[in-house]
């Protein structure tokens, strides 16, 4: 389920609000990090935590333009995740989650780069415009002195 400004489910009180600060390994406590530091990870988004939520088939909804009330000048977005565990749980579930999506998306990459190296190789293999140059020069006639 993907919600955009959709702020009745926290009237429900079903849902928690997750941040991606929460699981950020450059915040300190203080700033917003809620999980401990070798738990932390290195700039996580909002696609990552909707993956992981996703992945540990939680109930979620996106609201992409807010923003954490410590940092308002800078909206990385939300999500709301459904209450099936404490919150705490709940956070540290995604954050175990979240490296193994990491390297899933790496390996991702890493495919589609070899993907397009494999049709540029294959289309090199056909002549080149300056070999056409010189097979066209063969057929032009001399120039009389």
């Known amino acids: 389920m993907i919600l955009e400004k959709n702020y009745t489910l926290r009237r429900e009180n079903t849902h928690y609000i997750i941040f991606p600060e929460y ?6 406590r203080k700033q917003g990090r809620r999980i401990p530091l070798n738990e932390a990870l290195e ?28 940092q308002w000048w800078e909206a990385r977005g939300r999500i709301l995740v459904e209450k099936k565990t404490p919150k705490l749980q709940t956070l540290r579930d995604m954050s175990v989650e979240i490296p193994r999506i990491r390297t899933a998306i790496i390996k991702q990459k890493k495919q589609l780069i070899e993907d ?26 001399k120039r009389r002195k």
């Not at 699981?23 to 300190?28: A, V």
């Open 43 to 70: 700039n996580p988004t909002l696609l990552e935590l909707k993956l992981a939520a996703q992945k540990l088939e939680y109930d979620y909804a996106i609201q992409e333009y807010s923003a954490y009330p410590r």
């Open 116 to 141: 397009v190296k494999k049709r540029r190789a294959a289309k090199s293999t056909s002549p080149k415009k300056s070999d056409k140059k010189l097979k066209q020069k063969d057929f032009r006639p």
């Open 23 to 28: 699981f950020d390994k450059n915040l300190t």
